[in-house]
């Protein structure tokens, strides 16, 4: 099984900060990674699919790189409706792993 | 708009079973592969299974294989999940999740809201 390790866990930001979370996987997963963002109480919202496009209707203030073992997630300016827990996803192969979540707090 | 509304969540003891529905709306189903994915309380997502568009293809989380199902009616644009031998740790909001494309190798681009099951005695 390919394991996702995100970092970090948690992060406290203010309004307007540069924030980024990596994501390993445990061997190549060439692109195939895609990050999740969800809000408490809801279900996840998918923000970025093959490592580094953009879902429709997503601001482009989230980017995502990376390829092979690392990638990085980025919100360039965050926002008040930014705050949340986010996850990377491989969808490489089976078993679809998650990530274990990086919750972004506000500080 | 896509839609995806989940239905059969709900208390049930240690050793019994449920099963999950998934009314999908507003995309051709049958050009999708359809997932089930949970997140225990206070914790990470965690995918259970998959199925391909016409069920040629299914794949299972060892922690529910054997004792979890999943099938799809392309007629009914349904997805379901039946829940066998459940277990204490099964407890967990399971998600119905659309497939991007026909095969697991795509992201899971549409959630629905979740039902809760609850295995307890």
């Known amino acids: 099984d390919i394991q996702m390790t995100q970092s970090p866990s948690s992060l406290s930001a203010s309004v307007g900060d540069r924030v980024t979370i990596t994501c390993r996987a445990s061997?190549?997963?060439?692109?195939?990674l895609n990050w999740y963002l969800q809000k408490p109480g809801k279900a996840p919202k998918l923000l970025i699919y093959?490592?580094?496009n953009l879902q429709s209707g997503v601001p482009s203030r989230f980017s995502g790189s990376g390829s092979g073992t690392d990638f990085t997630l980025t919100i360039s300016s965050l926002q008040p409706e930014d705050f949340a827990t986010y996850y990377c996803?491989?969808?490489?192969?089976?078993?679809?792993?998650f990530g274990g979540g990086t919750k972004v707090e506000i500080k | 708009e896509v839609q995806l509304v989940e239905s059969g969540g709900g208390l049930v003891k240690p050793g019994g079973s449920l099963r999950l529905s998934c009314a999908a709306s507003?995309?051709?189903?049958?050009?999708?592969?359809m997932n089930w994915v949970r997140q225990a309380p206070g914790k990470g997502l965690e995918w259970v299974s998959s199925?391909?568009?016409?069920?040629?293809?299914?794949y299972d989380a060892d922690s529910v294989k054997g004792r979890f199902t999943i099938s799809r009616d392309n007629t009914k644009n349904s997805l379901y999940l039946q829940m066998n031998s459940l277990r204490v740790e099964d407890t967990a909001v399971y998600y119905c999740?659309?497939?991007?494309?026909?095969?697991?190798?795509?992201?899971?681009?549409?959630w629905g809201q979740g039902t809760l099951v609850t295995v307890s005695a």
């Open positions: 061997q190549t997963i060439s692109t195939y």
């Open positions: 507003g995309f051709t189903f049958n050009s999708h592969n």
């Open positions: 999740a659309r497939g991007e494309g026909l095969t697991t190798a795509t992201p899971i681009d549409y």
């Open positions: 093959a490592a580094s």
């Open positions: 996803q491989q969808s490489y192969s089976t078993p679809l792993t």
């Open positions: 199925i391909s568009s016409s069920s040629t293809y299914i």
